[in-house]
């Protein structure tokens, strides 16, 4: 697929983190109703581990010299499948989606070569409004793989924290204890190990991503009979919109049912609300059994809207 006539691309730097941080508010804003990345996203995204943006990216640039489009790709993990992005000004830059698509694509094949891989998977995500970019993903042989729901609640008037169940009790994770740390890890681990699309991720190589957080008092540990048995973590991604974010809530398949999963959202909303915040929320990803919409709908969670992720098997250039 060509450009549109006098249209360009180029490689992106950290001096167009601002033009970059433009088309996104834009496209997020059209998807989601409000902007969802802020500068610094842009520049980790642009320093990310298994990442080069001199081959992994692209900027559309219009007759006119600005920036209007931005491709990219994240693998957190250097493992598993590749997640391509492909951000555009709906309204000055839709025509250009397809063919920074097809230019990721080729980059994904590119990729899966370097790692031996006789084809890599590929995933992108569509957002309910973006029906355009739906045609477009499927016209080159994606398929829906899953749906994942945000649920959100309000956190005005917030009932009191409730006593957890017979023999339950919630605390912080302790930070400066490697061996508390080393069983939150666990409890994720074991908890999705069986779950689809769980990649594992070594204790090492998750101390690292998570690196040196100022939001600890927000991360917790449930005990049952004094035994880990769940933990949550949160994430601030949505606090530009003032809602604490439940990024991942874990619970050991021999204390589910128990309300172990509900105490620790409840401490949850009590620590958010206490910071101010307006709202708690989370995202379902539908196809996990471990993460039932019953138990988030009896913390007062309510669908807000869903995300669709399709999937393309992209076999290795040359093969």
């Not at 941080?21 to 500068?39: E, K, R």
């Not at 709906?90 to 097809?102: F, G, I, Q, S, Y």
Request: some cysteine.
């Amino acid at each position: 697929m060509t450009l549109p006539a006098g249209w360009t691309t180029r490689r992106p730097t950290l001096d167009d983190v601002p033009a970059i941080l433009a088309v996104v508010h834009a496209a997020d804003t059209f998807a989601i109703g409000h902007p969802d990345f802020d500068a610094e996203d842009v520049a980790t995204s642009l320093t990310a581990p298994y990442f080069d943006p001199t081959r992994d990216s692209w900027l559309a640039v219009d007759p006119d010299g600005s920036v209007v489009g931005w491709a990219t790709m994240d693998n957190p993990t250097g493992v598993g499948r590749d997640f391509v992005e492909v951000y555009v000004d709906p309204e000055r830059a839709a025509t250009v989606r397809a063919p920074l698509l097809a230019r990721q694509l080729d980059r994904v094949a590119e990729r899966a070569a370097e790692r031996g891989l006789p084809a890599l998977t590929v995933r992108c995500a569509v957002f309910a409004p973006e029906r355009d970019w739906d045609r477009a993903l499927r016209a080159v042989g994606f398929t829906l793989a899953k749906r994942y729901v945000r649920m959100s609640r309000p956190l005005a008037d917030l009932p009191d924290e409730p006593a957890g169940p017979p023999g339950v009790t919630v605390r912080p994770v302790r930070p400066d204890d490697e061996a508390d740390l080393r069983e939150f890890h666990r409890i994720y681990e074991t908890a999705f190990g069986d779950t689809p699309d769980h990649e594992p991720l070594s204790y090492e190589r998750w101390r690292a991503r998570i690196g040196d957080l100022t939001a600890w008092d927000e991360w917790f540990v449930a005990e049952v009979d004094g035994v880990p048995a769940g933990a949550l973590q949160s994430s601030d991604q949505a606090l530009d919109q003032q809602e604490g974010f439940v990024k991942n809530l874990a619970v050991l398949s021999a204390y589910r049912r128990r309300g172990v999963g509900a105490a620790l959202l409840r401490r949850a909303f009590a620590r958010y609300a206490e910071k101010g915040r307006l709202s708690a929320g989370l995202g379902v990803d539908l196809t996990n059994p471990t993460a039932p919409l019953s138990l988030y709908r009896s913390v007062g969670l309510r669908e807000t809207r869903w995300t669709d992720m399709y999937e393309l098997s992209v076999p290795a250039a040359g093969v």
